[in-house]
């Protein structure tokens, strides 16, 4: 229903068990090619770089291996015969444990093209994620910065890969936080095909337990303009409106639960990201009505529009209410490990994953100015690079992505850092309560599975989000001794 036009039917971390899909298994991705066809929608593979090894038997996977290339064409071909429509392969090399052709001194415009040669007498497409980086990182080392990454393994490549690669770049330099500025790697890659990579499954904002309408974020990373505000935007690069664009991609959110996606309410993210892909300028609110419209019809029991007034207020605004009770300013992974649900102050902060956030007595933060930090606002075209590069200048909810401050520094909003964190994070919680209350105003309305549903979710955020409050305003507290001015309960 909202357009979505390719799917890759399995996720990017690809063990020997899904590597069979390409060979053994090629039946079960035939039989979803057969399913999907006549909707339109071409099916793809994720493959390991390493099948030549794990399936062939070669002794190497070298992308510049002349029985590498050869294995890899001759798997293409066979792929082809049994589905004709194939989209393509999906990749993830050298990142989180993958395999790469780092192995064998070769870079990623050597691996992505050594693939594209093999799709290309088909009309397949590989996409190449642009998601590398050191992920055993030492944590007293403050020079490596997992933001850095991305740019510095791609940019030097562009102008290299063949116009069917499309390098696939998360929207952000880091991992789908609930807040990071746009990835640089669209400003520095002009003669290759970009496309941009969100998450519709909520790993980093609520899992589907939470509701987190995500539509107002991606149009807002949709308009970002990298060369300054009068330049074009990530919507011009992925389009390609100026060159050959790769459109948008994301991490879905599907599974087998009875909805689908978990909570009934976070089906609106699924179709907002189809919406966005054919039209990238549409307001988000305007997507989420049609959405309201098809999900919720008119009905005998119904007030048609008591039911989307209310939906608007739940939803409209709950990324930036996931925000408020969430990590602060943009700092980000304050999550539990493993599972990344719930706080976790600490969780990542002496870990391998290069996710810090480097809270002391004094301040909080990561310096990443070029002046005395990791020099990644340097990456960056020189309008933003310049307003990212100082506190006084850098957007408050950017804060402490970019620079390590005090906790008195006073933000563009004229809070104190750690004041904003107080208030912030009571806000969110008596944000998620008035959610709650909201739909109880929805009884009788609403189908009543679907009505349960939804109530035990707003439940469980209510609940989580008291938890995150609490946790993040003690460490807080305790870290700075600085009470808050109003007077409320911190533990």
């Known amino acids: 229903s909202c357009g979505i036009n390719a799917i890759s039917v399995n996720n990017v971390n690809v063990a020997r068990t899904e590597a069979l899909l390409l060979t053994e298994r090629l039946g079960d991705v035939a039989e979803i090619a057969d399913a999907l066809r006549p909707y339109g929608i071409r099916v793809h593979l994720s493959v390991s770089f390493a099948a030549p090894v794990l399936l062939g038997g070669l002794p190497t996977a070298d992308p510049l291996d002349e029985n590498v290339r050869v294995w890899w064409a001759g798997t293409t071909r066979r792929l082809y015969d049994r589905i004709p429509d194939f989209g393509g392969y999906l990749v993830k090399a050298d990142s989180e444990g993958q395999p ?8 990623h415009a050597d691996g992505a093209n050594l693939l594209a040669e093999a799709l290309a007498p088909h009309g397949g497409v590989v ?4 998601f590398v980086y050191n992920h055993h990182q030492d944590w007293r080392d403050r020079s490596t910065d997992r933001a850095r990454a991305a740019y510095d393994h791609f940019a030097p490549l562009d102008g290299r890969f063949r116009t069917n690669v499309v390098v696939q770049v998360k929207f952000g330099p880091v991992d789908f936080q609930p807040r990071e500025p746009v990835s640089p790697v669209f400003a520095a890659m002009p003669a290759t095909r970009l496309a941009v990579e969100l998450q519709v499954t909520q790993e980093y904002t609520g899992q589907q337990r939470h509701v987190c309408h995500l539509g107002p974020w991606w149009s807002e990373v949709l308009g970002f303009a990298p060369w300054g505000p009068d330049g074009r935007t990530i919507a011009d690069v992925v389009t390609g409106e100026s060159a050959a664009g790769g459109g948008m991609v994301a991490v879905a959110n599907v599974g087998d639960d009875i909805f689908w996606t978990g909570h009934p309410l976070a089906q609106a993210n699924l179709y907002a990201f189809g919406r966005l892909a054919w039209d990238p300028r549409r307001d988000p609110t305007a997507i989420l009505d049609e959405w309201i419209t098809l999900t919720f019809p008119p009905s005998a029991t119904a007030d048609a529009e008591l039911v989307r007034r209310v939906l608007h207020e739940i939803m409209d605004d709950s990324w930036r209410t996931y925000e408020r009770y969430t990590a602060p300013l943009g700092v980000g992974f304050m999550v539990n490990p493993g ?5 976790g102050v600490d969780g990542y902060e002496y870990t391998r994953w290069g996710t810090y956030h480097f809270a002391d007595r004094d301040g909080v933060g990561v310096d990443r100015s070029r002046a005395s930090g990791t020099g990644f606002a340097g990456q960056y075209p020189p309008y933003w690079a310049q307003v990212y590069e100082s506190p006084e200048t850098c957007p408050d909810e950017l804060l402490l992505f970019f620079h390590h401050v005090p906790y008195g520094h006073v933000l563009h909003s004229g809070s104190t850092v750690i004041q904003h964190i107080y208030d912030t994070h009571f806000a969110g919680v008596e944000e998620v309560t008035a959610m709650r209350r909201r739909w109880q105003t929805l009884t009788g309305m609403i189908d009543p599975s679907v009505y349960e549903r939804v109530a035990e979710r707003l439940d469980e955020q209510v609940r989580c989000a008291t938890e995150w409050r609490d946790q993040i305003n003690t460490y807080f507290y305790r870290k ?5 001015e109003r ?3 911190i533990y």
């Open 100 to 107: 790469g052709p780092f192995t064998y001194g070769r870079d």
């Open 127 to 130: 996409h190449w994620r642009a």
């Open 339 to 343: 599972d990344h649900y719930g706080p």
């Open 480 to 484: 700075s001794g600085v009470p808050d």
């Open 487 to 489: 007077g409320r309960d």
